[in-house]
């Protein structure tokens, strides 16, 4: 089965000219919201598209990463398709004791007097 990229060449600069023009909106879109936001509620500095754009990656890196891979959910997706119904139930007592309440009984919350 040919991919569809080897089928349809020209879909390569489509997909380049939509990549950056996403990236382009999401600059805009965050120019926006905080020289909206922002700049009135506490005085920070109006900021340029292009400033716009570098918090954009800047909270990228920080936050999500560049990945491209597998990320750590499907690692674990992975391995819990793999497992046995016993393994599922031990691993899932084994977060139960290790995050979970000390008490199911016990609501979430008491009232304060």
């Not at 900021?47 to 891979?69: D, E, K, M």
């Amino acid at each position: 089965m040919k991919s569809v990229i080897r089928r349809k060449p020209y879909l390569i600069p489509l997909f380049m000219i939509l990549g950056f023009g996403a990236v382009a909106l999401f600059g805009w879109i965050v120019m926006l919201l905080w020289n909206a936001a922002l700049v009135p509620v506490t005085g920070a500095g109006i900021i340029s598209f292009w400033q716009a754009l570098g918090l954009l990656i800047l909270s990228r890196i920080l936050v999500g990463g560049f990945g491209g891979g597998k990320g750590r959910g499907s690692r674990m997706g992975a391995r819990w398709s793999h497992m046995t119904p016993e393994e599922k139930e031990r691993f899932k007592e084994y977060c139960r004791s290790r995050w979970g309440k000390a008490n199911p009984e016990e609501p979430p919350f008491t009232e304060v007097q």
